[in-house]
Nanobody
Framework: QLQASGGGLVQAGGSLRLSCAASGRTFSRSRMGWFRQAPGKEREFVAAISFGGSNTYYADSVKGRFTISRDNAKNTVYLQMDSLKPEDTAVYSC???????????????WGQGTQVTVSS
């Protein structure tokens, strides 16, 4: 089971740190990704990290503002979000990667999301 947490309401320019904790099985050998879905929009890729943590990938819209990391000993993946913008408002979910990196089809195990709301 994957459980995302850490969302909330923040003003533009603020920061949040999301966590995705896994229980019941280990994901230390899997690529992990964060996606988000805003109301009325498709779910979109945000960031991904390789199983060892040495490779990270970001959507252009968050590059330079968000940082993905992981602690395999804790079976947890993080998403540090800085300089938040109103357009970052969405439900953020984590997932386990199985094939590629950037599309929802590349992931097959999804956790419950956490709401992030950025006010202007």
């Amino acid at each position: 089971q994957l459980q995302a947490s850490g969302g909330g309401l923040v003003q533009a320019g603020g920061s949040l740190r999301l966590s995705c904790a896994a229980s019941g099985r280990t994901f230390s050998r899997s690529r992990m990704g964060w996606f988000r879905q805003a109301p009325g929009k498709e779910r979109e890729f945000v960031a991904a990290i390789s199983f060892g943590g040495s490779n990270t990938y970001y959507a252009d819209s968050v590059k330079g503002r968000f940082t993905i990391s992981r602690d395999n000993a804790k079976n947890t993946v993080y998403l540090q979000m800085d300089s938040l913008k109103p357009e970052d408002t969405a439900v953020y979910s984590c997932a386990v990667g199985v094939t590629g990196i950037f599309t929802t089809d590349d992931y097959d195990y999804w956790g419950q999301g956490t709401q992030v709301t950025v006010s202007s």
